[in-house]
């Protein structure tokens, strides 16, 4: 037999228990969304470029690619970075 009283504990058990449950699945979908944000920022932060030779952050334009051949990109508008990368390059021929 139920009474009245255990009648109200079960309510708040059942109350309680939803709770969590919500909140579970709230924090899962934070959590996803979070992943989600990191994933994008390592991918846009990965697509940056970077001048191979002085690591300033490149924009269109401003850097050319190794004319070697190895994908770095070096400053345009600093000599410095391309002839300090030309000597330091893998695919210089007098590295092989
Ligand atoms: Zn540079
Ligand atoms: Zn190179």
């Known amino acids: 037999m139920t009474s ?6 079960q309510a708040r058990i059942a109350a309680a228990t939803n709770k969590r449950q ?7 979908e934070l959590d996803a969304n979070r992943q989600a944000g ?8 990965l697509r940056r470029i970077y001048c191979g ?3 300033k952050p490149q924009r269109r334009g401003t850097y050319l690619r190794c004319p070697l051949g190895c994908g770095a990109a070096v400053c345009r508008k600093n000599p ?3 002839n300090t990368h030309l000597r330091q390059c893998d695919n210089r021929p007098e590295a092989a």
Do not use: E, M, S
Request: charged fraction near 25%; charge should be positive; include cysteine.
């Open 80 to 82: 410095h970075c391309g």
């Open 22 to 28: 919500q909140q579970r699945q709230q924090r899962a």
């Open 38 to 45: 990191l994933a994008a920022r390592k991918k846009a932060k």
């Open 53 to 55: 030779t002085c690591a």
């Open 4 to 9: 009245h009283v255990d009648a109200q504990i």
